[in-house]
């Protein structure tokens, strides 16, 4: 049985900027709290069994922000379901970043085998969650939907979720999917009510926005969002996903679901049991663009219709950088959208050599648009930096201006934000082709992961503070505009691996954050400036 908390203490810890700190494991419900909007809930740093959050509504401008205080707070027990859960709460935000030392304020490390580390359901809405780390789940690192049942209030009809923010958070070894957003199926669900059956609807979610999320060591999908038409879904690193699914084709890498639409963009997807992007009965209009993926064992991509997609919608795949798939690189089912294939870098395709794999294979009556798409079974050097590790063209490459500038599409940088449009052709695949001059700067590695530089908080209005991994230093770091222009460039006099950086003086906007070490290695970040 859970424990019900009402009462806490009401006076902040030196620090933490309290208005409420919770030191104990319990259901709390705000009825009996009485958090106001604006106001801060800490949770004192230790170990809790599971923290149940009931009630807490803010407003658009003054959210309830629940963040840890004085460490980490570690939480999970394996007798009771979703370590952190809310419900018929609105306008909160859930934040790890209580104390500077520690990159994921909260830790969800144990479950039973049908429970999500972090759960937000219950007609819950308007939320944020930010440097959480689920280090175990038995079910899904993050559960973010209501399920429809008997109650008219769940039914979409009735009931939208909005303005969902997920970002720089870190989730691994899980038992189903690393993030579950959204419910499965867009067209309605069977219930039995006083002995009836009917068909209920489940929510939509407006305003989902996903991103600067690891992902790793997933039984199933490392994420998966539907019933949510205009997604925002960019930034993600998802690796060794699908690597023992509870069900036949749950094995994949990132998966758009039925209801999905909006932008899938810049994300990274490597070492898939399945396919890496699937797209199942998606609303259609949606942009799939910059984004790498590397190393499937099926399909680098796989788009179908289904009952509610959208018919003579288009569906746009753009400056994909697709490498290693088992079978082939884009597999499309879908005849009843517009389908526009585009400066496409499809490269090693049917790796596996038995299942007759191609660069494009159209099936059920589907048609494409091609355009400027470099393909090749085989590769050599000349293609990439590094054809593992680094989908950067090398000097030489075949990817090299040989693209369509598809600004008409909206789009105009290339994975990391570097601008496009600068009056040449484009590149091909995910990434722009910038020279290096010198050997030396040849010489450089590059990687995106989010293990090793993380950049908080985000969106932030003052400053951000870009941190390396513990054994790595700082040595420069570049802060550029979307429009490619650089508008920070800082080096260190001493050895640190933090470094934070005002940003109060920027215009709104997404910048892209340029971290070298001293091995003369380079990670990339993002921000919000709000």
């Known amino acids: 049985m859970a424990l019900l908390v009402t009462a806490g203490s009401a006076f902040g810890q030196a620090g933490c900027g309290c208005d409420y700190l919770i030191d104990k494991a319990g259901v709390y419900n705000n009825s009996k709290l009485g958090i106001k909007p604006g106001q801060t809930v800490c949770v004192k740093a230790g170990r809790y069994d599971y923290l149940r959050f009931n009630g807490f509504v803010g407003t658009a401008s003054q959210p309830i922000r629940f963040v840890n205080c004085g460490g980490q707070v570690q939480v999970g027990v394996d007798a009771y379901y979703s370590g952190i859960q809310f419900n018929t709460s609105r306008y909160f935000v859930l934040s790890g970043s ?22 937000i359901g219950g007609l819950s809405s308007d939320c944020e969650v930010e440097q959480v780390e689920v280090a175990y789940a038995g079910f899904a690192g993050f559960m973010v939907k209501t399920d429809p049942s008997c109650d008219s209030a769940t039914w979409r009809s009735n009931f939208e979720m909005r303005n969902v923010r997920l970002h720089d958070n870190y989730i691994h070894d899980t038992g189903g999917e690393g993030m579950y957003l959204g419910h499965s199926y867009y067209t309605g669900v069977t219930v039995t009510c006083d002995g009836t059956q009917k068909t209920v609807y489940p929510h939509l979610i407006y305003g989902l926005h996903v991103y600067n999320n690891r992902i790793e ?15 925002q879904v960019h930034h993600n690193t998802l690796a060794y996903t699908g690597i023992s699914p509870f069900a036949n084709y749950q094995n994949n890498g990132l998966q758009i679901g039925g209801g999905g639409g909006g932008d899938c963009y810049s994300n990274q997807i490597a070492h898939v049991a399945g396919i890496g992007l699937i797209i199942i009965g998606h609303l259609g209009d949606n942009r799939i663009y910059n984004n790498v993926i590397y190393d499937t064992s099926m399909d680098g991509i796989f788009c179908d219709d289904r009952a509610g997609s959208l018919a003579n919608t288009n569906m746009l795949f753009a400056n994909n950088t697709i490498h290693h798939t088992g079978r082939d690189g884009i597999r499309l089912y879908n005849q009843n959208n517009t389908n526009v294939l585009i400066n496409n870098a499809v490269t090693r395709f049917n790796a596996k050599g038995d299942q007759g794999g191609r660069a494009f294979t159209f099936m059920q009556g589907a048609t494409a648009t091609l355009s400027t798409n470099v393909t090749a079974a085989t590769i050599n ?8 590790t680094n989908f950067r063209p090398a000097a030489g490459s075949p990817l090299i201006r040989a693209g369509t500038n598809i600004s008409n599409w909206g789009i105009t940088t ?12 484009y590149d091909v695949g995910a990434y722009k082709y910038i020279p290096i001059a010198s050997a030396r700067r040849s010489a450089l590695s590059v990687t995106n992961s989010p293990a090793e530089l993380l950049v908080f908080p985000s969106p932030t209005s003052t400053t951000i503070t870009c941190k390396l991994s513990s054994e790595l230093v700082i040595s420069h770091l570049s802060v550029y505009s979307q ?35 001293t091995n003369h290695q380079v990670y990339y970040g993002r921000f919000v400036r709000m």
């Open 414 to 425: 290339d994975l990391p934000g570097e601008n496009r449009a600068d009056g040449s052709n």
């Open 483 to 517: 429009q490619g222009v650089r508008v920070a460039n800082i080096r260190t006099h001493q050895p640190v691996n933090s470094l934070t950086y005002s940003a109060d003086q920027l215009p709104t906007g997404v910048y892209t954050v340029v971290v070298r070490d």
């Open 217 to 231: 060591r997933t039984a199933a999908e490392g994420l998966q969002y539907g019933c949510a038409p205009d997604a």
């Open 381 to 388: 050097a000349a293609y990439y930096v590094n054809d593992s």
């Open 98 to 119: 209580g104390d500077p030392a520690t990159p994921y304020g909260f830790k969800l490390d144990r479950s039973n085998q049908s429970a999500s580390g972090v759960s």
